[in-house]
């Protein structure tokens, strides 16, 4: 079901002399219970895009709708219980409990003091064990690290009971694991909650693996919308990151770096070792396989077996113990050049 | 237990409020007994007329000056530090007071010179004239400020210009001064220094009595200051039009500053520091409790400052300013860093 539509919308910046537009004729919609991510170069108006739909600037024209209702048409009130944000923006208060900031996602629907009544202290609870922060919501928030922070402002959304949630780059600077709870966290939001959830990021492998739609924004498409696997299969996200040095692993369903290769080893082995030689190898400029057909071979091995053999032709079997000696007996067989 | 603390230190700086005013009562260049304070503060008739008069037309109205214009600035000050999200903002930041000053420069330093009679010597009338100088002066800055926060997005331009209003204001009066007769020059600097005994009996209860009106009001606000805190886009996204909220902070903080400023001239220090002395001693920035006791601990310190400032031997020499800044400042510095010890430790 589709929470939040866009009809023929254009977004950017008006000033009294000029129009700058950032994208224009943008026709699609989010579903609700499914996580979509925004991915697109830096400049391309990723935020302006958040931005105009959290109703934090006007849009040009075109409409959007949200819960079936156009954006304009909703007071601060109601769209305060419509749309959750978690943004860029560090909130960096002093002397404030994690609790306290999520109490704060109640505001909307606290009386004149802001005091939290017996419900509310009910729904932030449930959102700090959603959000599984039990341990850090009696810390201040100054002290909380910025992933920690983080889930904190996710639970402060959640607390805020709407159906929307927008997150503008959640997962920048954060460490690679962090990365990966966040994007895991709200993937099972949207399952457990329902809630329609829609981020941008410039964390290609994670969006492509965790979201269920990915919307593709440049310049010179607009904006391209798919599952993940569609995108791929239609050459979309090939072309979207065409550039030197990068390439669409079609078998992976991921991006990797190109390699130049300036010479070639026959690999012969499987499992894990096998792929971690090849992975080395090609690093290093050498293309290495099953399939290539060169007169320098290795052999990986697997798992059981330890070590690797080297074999040169006019040589004897070169035995190695790691990748790193492996690395250095290799440069020294090759032709050079 | 956070709770019990916050309840025991409430309970401390309340009985700091009354035990300081009454030694405001007690002490000064006349000594005048305890019983017979008491018995001219509840009504008793029967002590000599001097003593009633020190009590009920200096010492009294002092006290309570001091006690609201702490309780308005320290406000003033809470305000001005949680919209600017800066801790160094205080009520004069946005050179509302500068513009209090400019109003009074204009009639200090002009008087002698065009109506040809020093201005200090005009007694009551003065009194008035300077008063009404220093607020049109301070709301008209302040008016300034409101316009352009509508027409300004940043809190960081607004703040700066503020500063410029203030150094604007600062040169007029550098000017003002290099025309000026002499006594017309000592009697601005006096009004500079601030003070919490100019203000007399009539004038008192005016003061007072707005001030007992603006304060509450300002307590309307706390709701929209917890949000503001947590930065613009949240806030609004929370439901809070920001615009509207800021126009109302800075106007409320503006007409606090305007006020305790026309009477009492520009009291410095107080409302940058008890703010701060209270997220120390209270470890919350919740305004729902800051507010309230910003305005006690506000109070208790300008008491303890006009008490200090007229403890024998100083008789009234002592500037308020300089009592404020010179015995309150190392005190808020030793406490804020004793917390800030204690906060590492903990972490």
């Given at each position: 079901m589709s929470t939040v539509r866009l009809v023929n919308l254009s977004i950017g910046y008006k000033s009294k002399h000029d129009t700058k537009v950032v994208a224009e004729g943008i026709c699609t919609e989010i579903n609700g219970g499914e996580l979509t991510c925004l991915l697109g170069a830096n400049g391309v108006g990723k935020s302006t895009l958040l931005r105009t739909l959290s109703a934090f600037q006007p849009k040009l024209s075109g409409e959007i709708f949200i819960m079936d209702r156009?954006?304009?048409?909703?007071?601060d009130k109601e769209l305060s219980k419509t749309i959750g944000v978690v943004l860029t923006?560090?909130?960096?208060?002093?002397?404030?409990?994690a609790r306290e900031l999520i109490g704060m996602g109640r505001s909307p629907y606290t009386g004149f003091w802001g005091t939290l009544g017996e419900e509310d202290s009910r729904i932030v609870e449930e959102s700090i064990a959603l959000v599984k922060i039990e341990n850090l919501a009696?810390?201040?928030?100054?002290?909380?690290s910025d992933g920690e922070r983080q889930k904190v402002m996710i639970a402060k959304a959640l607390a805020q009971q709407t159906p929307v949630i927008f997150l503008d780059e959640?997962?920048?600077?954060?460490?690679f694991p962090s990365k990966v709870e966040i994007m895991q966290l709200l993937h099972q939001l949207t399952r457990e909650t329902g809630k329609t959830i829609f981020l941008s990021t410039h964390d290609l492998e994670l969006a492509l693996q965790i979201a269920d739609k990915i919307w593709l924004m440049d310049k010179q498409h607009g904006i391209t919308i798919g599952t993940p696997e569609d995108l791929a299969l239609e050459g979309h996200l090939s072309s979207f990151f065409a550039r030197k040095g990068i390439v669409f692993d079609m078998e992976t369903g991921l991006f990797r770096i190109e390699n130049q290769y300036t010479s070639r080893i026959r690999l012969i082995g499987h499992g894990q070792k096998y792929a971690m030689v090849r992975k080395a190898l090609q690093r290093n400029g050498v293309l290495a396989n099953r399939n290539v057909e060169a007169d320098v071979w290795v052999e990986?091995?697997?798992?059981?077996t330890s070590g690797f053999k080297i074999n040169a032709p006019g040589k004897p079997v070169m035995e190695v113990a790691n990748i790193a000696e492996l690395l250095s007996a290799v440069a020294n067989v090759l032709p050079r050049g | 237990m956070g709770r019990g603390r916050n309840t025991i230190w409430m309970f401390f700086i309340t009985v700091s409020i009354v035990v300081f005013l009454l030694l405001n009562m007690l002490l000064g260049s006349v000594s005048i007994p305890f019983s017979s304070v008491w018995n001219v503060l509840v009504g008793?008739?029967?002590?000599p007329v001097a003593w009633q008069n020190i009590i009920l037309k200096s010492r009294l109205p002092q006290a309570l000056t001091a006690l609201v214009a702490g309780a308005g600035l320290s406000i003033s000050g809470l305000q001005m530090q949680t919209i600017f999200r800066?801790?160094?903002?205080?009520?004069?930041v946005l050179g509302i007071s500068s513009g209090a000053s400019l109003g009074v420069a204009f009639v200090v330093l002009l008087s002698g010179k065009l109506?040809?009679?020093?201005?200090?010597?005009?007694?009551f009338i003065g009194e008035v004239a300077l008063s009404v100088a220093a607020i049109v002066g301070a709301l008209s800055v302040m008016g300034l400020i409101v316009f352009a926060s509508r027409k300004i997005r940043g809190s960081v331009t607004l703040l700066i210009i503020g500063v410029m209003i203030g150094y604007i204001a600062n040169a007029v009066i550098g000017v003002l001064k290099f025309f000026s007769v002499e006594e017309d020059i000592k009697a601005y600097v006096i009004w500079g220094l601030?003070?919490?005994?100019?203000?007399?009996g009539n004038q008192m209860m005016l003061f007072v009595t707005i001030m007992a009106v603006i304060i509450p009001l300002s307590f309307l606000l706390i709701k929209p200051l917890n949000l503001l805190m947590l930065g613009d886009g949240y806030a609004r996204n929370l439901g809070l039009n920001i615009n509207r909220a800021r126009v109302w902070v800075i106007t409320c903080s503006g007409v606090l500053t305007a006020i305790v400023t026309a009477y009492c001239?520009?009291?410095?220090f107080l409302g940058l520091a008890v703010p701060h002395l209270c997220r120390a001693i209270f470890?919350?920035?919740d305004h729902r409790i800051l507010m309230p006791t910003s305005m006690l601990v506000g109070a208790s310190l300008a008491l303890l400052c006009n008490l200090i400032a007229r403890l024998p031997g100083f008789e009234g020499a002592l500037p308020v300013n300089s009592v404020t800044a010179l015995v309150g400042a190392p005190v808020v510095a030793s406490v804020l860093f004793r917390k800030r010890k204690r906060n590492e430790v903990e972490i």
């Open positions: 156009e954006l304009g048409t909703y007071s923006e560090k909130c960096d208060v002093r002397n404030m409990s009696s810390r201040m928030v100054h002290t909380l959640p997962t920048a600077f954060l460490d990986t091995g697997d798992l059981t | 008793g008739g029967d002590e800066n801790p160094l903002a205080g009520p004069s109506g040809g009679v020093a201005l200090s010597r005009l007694g601030g003070s919490f005994a100019r203000v007399s001239g520009p009291i410095i470890q919350t920035s």
